[in-house]
């Protein structure tokens, strides 16, 4: 059984930062990547970051000079500074890692709100 467990939503202003982070736990050999999705209300879930061990990033450009992730490997968490937040990042953000445990895993986390309005 593996877990991923989210933290660090809520609400802030435009032009704002926050930092959201994400915990793997459980049965966990090997943690390859893990990354960030978005899902604004009534839309689609939308790719936001991911990480590798090695530290290579992917970030959809509409986050690039915005958002940063990084990762603690000892500790299989993963962190999203988001500064410069707009009214269009507000969205439930997933966690998402692919996990071996005793087999592959895709894992997803429960999500966490980021509202940034006014």
């Known amino acids: 059984q593996v877990q991923l467990v989210e933290s660090g939503g809520g609400l802030v202003q435009p032009g704002g930062s926050l930092r959201l982070s994400c915990a793997a736990s459980?049965?966990?050999?090997?943690?390859?990547?893990m990354g960030w999705y978005s899902q604004a209300a009534g839309n689609e879930s939308e790719f936001v970051v991911r990480?590798?061990?090695?530290?290579?990033?992917n970030y959809a450009d509409s986050v690039k000079g915005r958002f940063t992730i990084s990762r603690d490997n000892a500790k299989n968490t993963v962190y999203l500074q988001m500064n410069s937040l707009k009214p269009e990042d507000t969205a439930v953000y997933y966690c998402?890692?692919?996990?071996?445990?005793?087999?592959?895993?895709?894992?997803w986390g429960q999500g966490t709100l980021v509202t940034v309005s006014s």
């Open positions: 459980g049965n966990i050999f090997s943690v390859p990547a």
């Open positions: 990480i590798t061990t090695s530290a290579s990033t």
């Open positions: 998402n890692a692919d996990v071996y445990s005793i087999g592959y895993l895709q894992v």
